[in-house]
């Protein structure tokens, strides 16, 4: 029942997360990311499940307000790092669209580790990524999910999460 709950949850936030093609909305990039976070596991989660934003994004604004708060019985902890060896032990990356040339190299960085990257431009799921953001025609914000490679990162996805996926491989 409380699976259901969560789903239609997350289905209502799906929805209703409208976009103007001119403004970015980040705090609908937050809660999909969130939301992403509580419909994922990781191996070995002690307490904390830490957010770390590549990049120069609003979205660490409004990930900073869900700093502290408690998901799925872990402690979101949130950071901003401008470069690779500011990178600590995160369990997701959120790679900012100004540093998405830099994928390839968060990736080496990250191989063989439960690390989650998302990625704030369409498309880069086809190169790695686990997530990555697409805005539709209609201005709503969707995402697009790569399995092959979390499942190499040991990171379980809901079914329910994967089925409200734009795009999967």
Not at 65 to 77: D, W
Not at 143 to 161: H, M, P, Y
Request: charged share 20%.
């Amino acid at each position: 029942m409380r699976t259901l709950r969560y789903y239609i949850l997350f289905a209502v936030v799906l929805a209703s997360s409208s976009l103007k093609a001119q403004t970015t909305n980040y705090q609908v990039y937050s809660l999909f990311v969130i939301n992403i976070a509580k419909y994922s596991s990781w191996p070995e989660l002690k307490g904390e499940i830490h957010i770390t934003v590549f990049g120069k994004s609003k979205i660490f604004d409004e990930l900073m307000k869900q700093n502290g708060k408690n998901v799925n019985g872990q402690i979101v902890k949130v950071n901003q790092v401008d470069n690779l060896a500011e990178i600590s032990q995160p369990h997701i990356i959120f790679l900012a669209d100004g540093r998405s040339g830099a994928l390839e190299d968060v990736l080496k960085v990250t191989q063989g580790k439960p690390v989650m990257v998302i990625s704030e431009r369409e498309g880069l799921f086809k190169k790695g990524a686990g997530f990555s953001f697409v805005v539709m025609e209609n201005s709503t914000l969707r995402f697009d999910i790569n399995n092959t490679e979390l499942e190499k990162r040991q990171i379980k996805v809901s079914k329910n999460l994967s089925a409200l996926a734009n795009a999967s491989i």
